[in-house]
């Protein structure tokens, strides 16, 4: 007697609850869930948007990933680059994901050029709230950017991380 998980589909994933035994073996009971409910972190908002759960405007969709409009643009075109799994941050991603979410982002930027005649973009990822992030499910940023739109993203210099930067190099290079 167990819960057996029987089943695994794309859409759905079926654990049987199972009696009796060789032959005999009747499912008593069955509970189906949706994989995506199973990677999903409790009030992630990201998550809900990622099961549809919450509505978002999408430009692209596939069984991993999503890209859609950010509700609180920057800029014409702001979008959100996601995987629909909950990883935290860039670090957390796997290496094939990673990879199909860079793609994306390229993809997605040179729609933005051709559709909306931005003349450039930035590309941000903020990871953990010390570095900005609002929501704590991995997401890439494309602002278009447009001559004279007002938005300064800058990082200015500072120069007491300047005296260190030897010394950072080889610290860093010890866990490569
Ligand atoms: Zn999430």
Redesign the pocket.
Known sequence: MAWVLSEFKSRQVHFDFKIGIGKSVQIVRRFSVSPLHIQ??KN?I??KIASGEIPATKVHEDDKLLAFMDIAPANVGHTLIIPKK?HEILTDIPDDLLKGITLLTKKIARAILSALGAEGFNVIMNNKEVAGQVVP?AHIHIIPRYRGDGQQLHISPNPRAKTSVDETAEKIKKFL
Do not use: A, D, T, V
């Open positions: 999903m972190e992630c990201f998550c909950h499910h």
